[in-house]
């Protein structure tokens, strides 16, 4: 067209084909399931058990943490709403008695109600300043579960939370558990990627890259920054929720800003860019500090290390790494 | 103790706190100011200051002036070397400048964890005996305090109103680009910034390593009381950083006497963000672009 | 002709500051219209204000013939306002087509639940609009990068994509900040029968800022002139090119160009 307009640069890779990458991706979730349901058999000891089944629910985190991410915002106070779901469904299970099952769903409306309420206000602040005070936010969630003594039983914590049960089945147990953590953890994942594509999907990557031409395109960027951050508060109130009914004992201290860094970790280290970043990072870095349970202090040493040295040396995190290998092979397709 | 008696004494203690709170906040938004990143790691520059108050001090029995030079050198080259190690290739994007930084927290906080151990350990004061002052008593190591707190941030003001590089600061935080076109070398304005910032935390751990303890987790509170007077007075507004700084002491330390701590606390969190949401930019910052 | 956007005694004002003072022009269907002034003469302003980016102060904004004052802009622009930006604008980590299928949000008949579940009707949904908008990439020239991320397009194509970005939502009048800014004469001219296209065989009437006075006034059916916030001129290109007051606001050196 003109002098200036030489240089145009290799084509982006193709991505997805939509229909035949359906019956691919839903035959990989089948394998998945059957894979699952040998796992906890397949495990030495019931301490991988409980390894497998806190995983899946660090996946349930980082990928709600990644909802809220994918419109641009950078939640610190991830931890505080799990814990918010956490405190809701133990309560409602240990002072009325509702079926924990129920209470769990319960939990989760809960707390994406309280977030949409909470980002309808906090939304219109960008980068730093909306991190700022996601962090403030949840310093108050653990001021206010340490005090609110009659209602959170302060630093003591709740103790003795009912195991869920469905359909005569008790998932208390650590194997059984893991099946229940593994649907839930499913579930998340199909949804987010069902999300992740859908209309609303397109609408959170457009403000992520650009927010004013999003709100341009008539992309109603105030709204679906709310919708995202309630989504994911949501999910994380029902991650929250099932720690409670696992481990059967939640304080103040289960839900701090320290798991709200270690859930962006996750994500950092994984990879930002797309949701199967955050599972990467959760399936990577959960399981490393319990084995390095001998090294008391180190693990955490470790956990900061790893993520400045991801961010260092590989900005895309974990799942990058096929394409960088590629790259620097000297492939450049 | 009659009303008067606890204000006044409620007034001192806010001071004290307070001219920490503008120590802690100062060096927090010089950084931001010119360089765009949130230090979550500022608290833990505050615990190594007060690690080598405990050290130099109460170990080895050094002069206090001692002790803050001590603070001020290693803490200062420590911060320099941080930023041009780990900060820089990541200054480009606000947020992963600032998840480096929480990664840098973690692990100063627990390295200090492993080596010192988590109980906290008491430090002697570096002035002792008590003042009078009309029915109202107080510890010179608290005056003490407030003094050296005040000298320091006169310094400080002093070299950014008066010397080169603390004008050509200004000159980066208020436009980079600009400064740039002066001809100031920012490359080496960042590293310096950093470290003077973090040197400044170490300096409030250091004097206030005598009124709380020495331990790990010491950098946690003035570092979120950090945040809190620079959202009070402005992301990157140093005047803001100073007077916000006060006002939380003051507040906190009226509040606890008249409302009890817990209160103070949440109302200090809900003020925040009621600010935040009706001026972003802080009682006195700039507006954001 | 019937009126499509109307503003009237539009002010604005930053403090104390008056940006925009009584600023009265309307465009009506099959325009172009040229809005010109020196360097901060409140340009952009008043097309932030018209758009909904910033709160106006004062006056009264109206599209076809609905109130439009306070609205955000993205409901501004599902009415049919669109607007580009003087900086280009993209989304940089999406290919062109996808840029412009954004674009394109307001108008898709995609729905939220068929998108999740990826049901027949979503995916012809998402290839009607996709061969809209490749047809829209194709009318401003670069449908050949299509598949390129767009923010690897250089800067010509990436000001040229803006426009499909604005037109994918079928505006009946786009606004343009600049369009011309930092092209070389060349692809100016180009930039100009491009809009010349767009406004013939698309029907959109045309709200243009710009500094390139050959093109304005090549273009232009009708030129407001403003200057530190004040509407100094209206007219067609003739009439304002011989008005005193604009020469002199202008110090006679642009306009002979």
């Known amino acids: 067209m003109n002098t200036t307009d030489t240089t145009v640069a290799p084509p982006a890779p193709k991505s997805r084909a939509s229909a035949s990458g359906l019956w691919t991706r839903l035959a990989l979730v089948a394998a998945a399931c059957v894979a699952a349901g040998f796992t906890p058999g397949l495990l030495p000891n019931l301490f991988y058990v409980h390894i497998a089944n806190l995983t899946l629910i660090s996946g349930i985190f980082a990928l709600s943490l990644w909802i809220i991410y994918s419109v641009g915002q950078l939640s610190l106070c991830h931890a505080a709403f799990a814990g918010l779901g956490a405190y809701c469904s133990a309560l409602l299970s240990l002072r009325l008695g509702v079926p924990p099952a129920l209470s769990l769903v319960i939990a989760g409306l809960f707390t994406a109600t309280m977030a949409a309420l909470l980002g309808a206000v906090i939304l219109r602040l960008r980068g730093v300043y909306f991190v700022l005070v996601t962090f403030l936010f949840g310093q108050m969630f653990t001021l206010l579960a340490l005090n609110w003594q009659d209602v959170t039983n302060g630093a003591n914590g709740l103790i003795s939370i009912a195991p869920i049960k469905l359909l005569g089945i008790s998932f208390g147990p650590r194997s059984m558990f893991f099946y229940l953590a593994f649907a839930m953890f499913m579930a998340t994942l199909l949804f987010t990627w069902a999300l992740s594509r859908s209309t609303f999907g397109r609408a959170f990557n457009s403000i992520e890259q650009n927010i004013d031409l999003a709100e341009s395109c008539g992309i109603d960027t105030a709204r679906f920054q709310v919708i995202a951050f309630a989504i994911g508060s949501g999910i994380a109130g029902v991650g929250g929720a099932l720690i409670a009914h696992y481990i059967r004992y939640i304080s103040p201290d289960t839900f701090t800003f320290h798991n709200s860094v270690a859930y962006i970790t996750m994500l950092v280290v994984g990879g930002r860019s797309i949701f199967w970043g955050a599972v990467v990072g959760a399936a990577f870095l959960t399981p490393l500090p319990e084995f390095l349970r001998d090294f008391e202090g180190l693990q955490h040493i470790i956990y900061g290390a790893i993520m400045v040295l991801v961010l260092r040396t590989l900005p895309g995190g974990l799942i990058s790494i096929p394409s960088t290998l590629r790259r620097l092979t000297g492939g450049g397709k | ?289 | 002709m019937s009126i499509l956007l109307d503003v009237k005694d539009v002010a604005k004002r930053f403090g104390g500051l008056t940006a925009l003072k009584d600023v009265t022009f309307s465009v009506a269907e099959g325009e172009i219209v040229g809005l010109i002034g020196p360097n901060g003469a409140g340009k952009t302003t008043c097309f932030n204000v018209i758009s909904g980016t910033l709160p106006l102060s004062d006056g009264r904004i109206t599209f076809q013939g609905q109130d439009i004052v306070g609205l955000r802009p993205n409901r501004i622009i599902r009415m049919g306002l669109a607007r580009t930006y003087q900086a280009t604008s993209v989304f940089p980590h999406s290919t062109a087509l996808e840029n412009v299928m954004r674009g394109a949000f307001c108008r898709s008949e995609d729905t939220f639940l068929g998108s999740m579940l990826a049901t027949r009707a979503s995916r012809e949904a998402q290839s009607k609009e996709r061969d809209r908008c490749m047809a829209i990439l194709d009318r401003v020239g670069i449908a050949h990068v299509h598949d390129h991320l767009a923010g690897a397009l250089p800067y010509g194509y990436q000001r040229r994509l803006g426009v499909a970005i604005a037109l994918a939502s079928s505006p009946k009048v786009i606004m343009m900040d600049e369009p011309a800014a930092g092209l070389n004469p060349e692809e100016s001219m180009a930039m100009g029968q491009l809009i010349r296209d767009i406004h013939t065989d698309g029907q959109v009437s045309v709200l243009i800022v710009e500094h390139d006075m050959k093109l304005v006034m090549g273009i232009c059916d009708r030129i407001i002139v403003l200057d530190h916030g004040e509407q100094i001129a209206a007219g067609s290109p003739n009439e304002v090119r011989n008005n005193p007051q604009v020469i002199e606001a202008y110090l006679g050196t642009e306009v002979e160009a």
Request: hydrophobic residues 60%.
């Open chain 2, 1 to 289: 103790m009659d009303m008067m008696t606890l204000l006044i004494q409620a007034g001192v203690n806010g001071l004290v706190i307070g001219t920490m709170y503008a120590l802690m906040a100062i060096g927090f938004t010089l950084v931001f100011g010119i360089m765009r990143v949130v230090n979550f790691a500022h608290g833990e520059f505050y615990m190594i200051g007060s690690f080598i108050a405990f050290f130099t001090y109460a170990q080895w029995q050094l002069p206090f002036v001692v002790t803050i030079l001590a603070a001020v050198l290693l803490v200062g080259v420590v911060g320099a070397l941080v930023e041009w190690a780990l900060i820089r290739p990541l200054r480009g994007d606000e947020l992963t400048g600032m998840i480096a930084t929480l990664g840098i927290s973690v692990v100063i906080q627990n390295t200090a964890l492993m080596y010192f151990g988590a109980s906290p350990r008491p430090m002697p004061d570096v002035i002792s005996g008590l003042v009078r002052v009309g029915p109202a008593v107080f510890s010179w190591s608290r005056i003490f305090v407030i003094i050296a707190a005040a000298l320091v941030i006169g310094a400080f003001w002093l070299f950014m109103q008066k010397s080169r590089t603390g004008r050509a600061m200004r000159a980066v935080a208020q436009d980079r680009e600009a400064a740039l076109i002066q001809g100031i070398d920012v490359e080496k304005i960042f590293p310096l910034a950093f470290g003077i910032s973090v040197a400044l935390a170490a300096v409030a751990g250091a004097m206030m390593a005598p009124v709380f303890s020495v331990s790990p987790f010491v950098g946690v509170t003035p570092m979120l009381k950090a945040f809190i007077v620079v959202i009070l007075g402005g992301l990157g507004s140093i005047p803001g950083a100073v007077l916000g700084g006060l006002l939380l002491g003051m507040i906190e330390s009226f509040g606890a006497t008249l409302l009890g701590a817990m209160v103070a606390d949440m109302l200090q969190l809900a003020l925040v963000i009621a600010i935040l949401l009706v001026r972003p930019s802080g009682l006195m910052g700039r507006k954001e672009a």
